[in-house]
């Protein structure tokens, strides 16, 4: 049964939804014409590329331009930038390193005596204390006996300085500190010999260089004296080429050329582990060809014990003089190894001819009395005497200023 059309409520809802139904559509419609107003009204994005502007038609006929009254250039007729020069940087030559001025070698171990003095006193001082006691026993002399073969000085030379010592004093009587000094220091030179030549000869002939050898063990200094040996010769205004015959050790050639550079000297040098004799050869060879006054031979060092070593060294000084005769062979000894020095000093001596000796390392526990007992043994003088670590610390060895620096003032 349908309802009544009289019924109020139905009615009424039914109305009430068509009102809503009608605002719903009104609204979508609006919205729809709003968003449309504000999309057309947005300016429009600005783009990332830019705008390019085709370029323009040429004119022709009756809207062409007017041509320009000058004329135009050929392509022939235009020429070219003129080309800049590329920048030059000048080559730069090198510095040449500054040389050394080595110190002037007269005088120089007066100079080095306060050095010496303060490692060798012992031996004079310790004489002279003994000397002044009131009575000379028996046990005072064997005392100053002790005292000198502590100092390396040697048995011989020992008991002949005791024996000239006693006789002395026995007939000089009374012993004031001055009179002992004197006659202390007379014996001292007696037994060192001041006759001795000491000058290193380095003339050579009248058309060759004076060549010097050195000789000596491993470890006693030998090519640091090498290279200090020839600041002496510079010092002394000579021309010198060294020679690097030492290549059984690496860094002896390195070593040698250094020393060699920094007084002007021009080090010879031939591959690692080559042949010393032709080395020692081509030394003295560039010497002659460039007039040098000397050429120094740095030989490897060898053991005394070792004969087929010890051969070797007889070889180099046999290929070196066929150049010329050997103004110098000079033997470097380590004056902190004492009497065992004496031993390797006889060695050399029966192979190569000794001329000189070097006694390095002077100024530290070496005993001064090893420069008596060296010159007793070979025969032959000490020429130069280490005393320190500097480049100027090779001195000319001079008897009187050693015993100055023994005995003290």
Do not use: Y
């Not at 037994?191 to 009248?206: H, N, S």
């Amino acid at each position: 049964m349908l309802p009544h059309v009289t019924d109020t409520g139905w009615v009424m809802e039914f109305v009430i939804l068509a009102v809503v139904i009608a605002l719903v559509a009104v609204g979508v419609i609006s919205g729809l014409v709003v968003s449309s107003r504000k999309k057309k009204q947005l300016p429009p994005a600005p783009s990332s590329t830019p705008t390019i502007t085709p370029p323009a038609e040429p004119h022709v006929g009756e809207e062409a331009e007017t041509p320009r009254d000058t004329s135009r250039r050929t392509i022939e007729e235009v020429g070219l930038p003129p080309e800049e020069a590329p920048e030059t940087a000048e080559p730069q030559t090198p510095a040449a390193p500054a040389l050394d001025v080595p110190e002037p070698t007269a005088g120089r171990l007066v100079r080095l005596r306060a050095r010496l003095a303060r490692s060798q006193n012992s031996l004079g001082k310790g004489l002279l204390t003994l000397l002044s006691r009131d009575n000379l026993d028996e046990d005072t002399w064997e005392e100053i006996e002790d005292t000198l073969l502590t100092a390396d000085v040697g048995v011989a030379p020992t008991q002949e300085l005791v024996e000239r010592l006693r006789e002395r004093v026995r007939v000089l009587g009374t012993r004031t500190p001055e009179e002992l000094r004197k006659l202390l220091r007379e014996e001292l030179l007696t037994l060192l010999g001041t006759d001795f030549d000491r000058v290193v000869r380095t003339e050579g002939g009248a058309e060759t260089p004076g060549v010097v050898m050195v000789v000596g063990v491993n470890g006693t200094g030998k090519t640091t004296t090498t290279g200090k040996l020839a600041r002496v010769l510079v010092a002394d205004g000579r021309s010198v080429v060294l020679g690097a015959a030492d290549t059984f050790r690496a860094a002896a050639a390195d070593q040698l050329q250094t020393w060699g550079e920094r007084v002007g000297a021009r080090t010879v040098r031939g591959p690692e582990g080559g042949d010393p004799a032709s080395i020692a050869f081509d030394a003295v060879k560039e010497g002659i060809a460039e007039g040098a006054d000397v050429v120094l031979i740095d030989t490897a060092g060898r053991l005394h014990t070792k004969t087929g070593l010890m051969d070797e060294l007889g070889k180099v000084k046999r290929v070196v003089e066929k150049h010329g005769p050997l103004d110098e062979i000079l033997l470097v000894l380590d004056a902190t190894t004492g009497q065992n020095g004496l031993v390797q000093a006889r060695v050399f001596a029966e192979v190569v001819d000794i001329t000189g000796i070097v006694l390095t390392k002077l100024d530290g526990t070496a005993k001064g009395g090893i420069v008596i007992a060296v010159q007793r043994e070979l025969g032959v003088p000490v020429k130069l005497v280490g005393l320190g670590e500097g480049p100027d610390d090779l001195a000319p060895f001079e008897p009187e200023a050693f015993v100055d620096a023994l005995i003290g003032d």
